[in-house]
């Protein structure tokens, strides 16, 4: 009884009150000039101080090829919007990373940074840096302006990605233009890539 009564003590401090956040998340269809992508979001909390994030980020090359990335993370909150984060990335392979990562609002202006070690493959460090600035210009619509940068880098510079959007929301759906930028390598064998278009997007 004892023992039951230890199990049911531990299910309730992981998985009772106080109550939990809502998931939420996102969906984005950017049609660009050399590709077309679809970037869904999905976080929440699984206990508290306990959370989760996925994102899976599935593009269209104009020539048939489809590519597919799937990061998954799991983090634990250690207060002032600092947490540790275990993460998976998923492409043709699976790459186990850990690190940590801060999110903070600022009134309409909200900055998310994470930084991360590879735990697989030799030594790679990545950092990861969203911001959004969401102001109100009319009763009901907002601006929208989202920026964010991807870099991995070991003893030299792997590759990054930017990703710049500007629109306006309304409720839960946004639409507007972007770019997508890569950069693979460093020096003369850097690789440059842009891909300019438009973007339709939903929160729920």
């Given at each position: 009884m004892k023992k039951l009564a230890t199990i049911g003590a531990l299910l309730v401090a992981l998985m009772g009150a106080p109550a939990l956040a809502q998931p939420s998340g996102s969906a984005e269809v950017m049609v660009g000039q050399k590709s077309a992508t679809l970037d869904a979001k999905l976080g929440g909390q699984f206990a508290p101080k306990f959370g989760y994030f996925g994102r899976n980020i599935t593009t269209l090359n104009y020539d048939g090829k489809v590519s597919n990335f799937l990061g998954v993370d799991l983090t634990y909150d250690l207060g002032k919007g600092v947490s540790l984060l275990a993460e998976g990335q998923f492409t043709d392979t699976a790459l186990p990373r850990a690190g940590l990562q801060y999110f903070q609002t600022f009134g309409d202006f909200s900055l998310y940074a994470a930084g991360t070690a590879?735990?697989?493959?030799?030594?790679?460090?990545?950092?990861?840096?969203?911001?959004?600035?969401?102001?109100?210009?009319?009763?009901?619509?907002?601006?929208?302006?989202?920026?964010?940068?991807?870099?991995?880098?070991?003893?030299?510079?792997?590759?990054?990605?930017?990703?710049?959007?500007?629109?306006?929301?309304?409720?839960?759906?946004?639409?507007?233009?972007?770019?997508?930028?890569?950069?693979?390598?460093?020096?003369?064998?850097?690789?440059?890539?842009?891909?300019?278009?438009?973007?339709?997007?939903?929160k729920f």
């Open positions: 590879n735990l697989r493959y030799g030594t790679d460090g990545e950092v990861f840096v969203v911001a959004d600035y969401t102001p109100q210009i009319s009763p009901g619509v907002k601006a929208v302006v989202h920026a964010e940068a991807c870099t991995n880098f070991g003893k030299k510079h792997n590759f990054s990605g930017q990703k710049l959007r500007l629109g306006v929301g309304q409720g839960s759906f946004s639409a507007g233009v972007g770019v997508n930028f890569s950069e693979a390598g460093q020096g003369e064998d850097l690789v440059v890539d842009y891909n300019p278009g438009i973007f339709f997007g939903y």
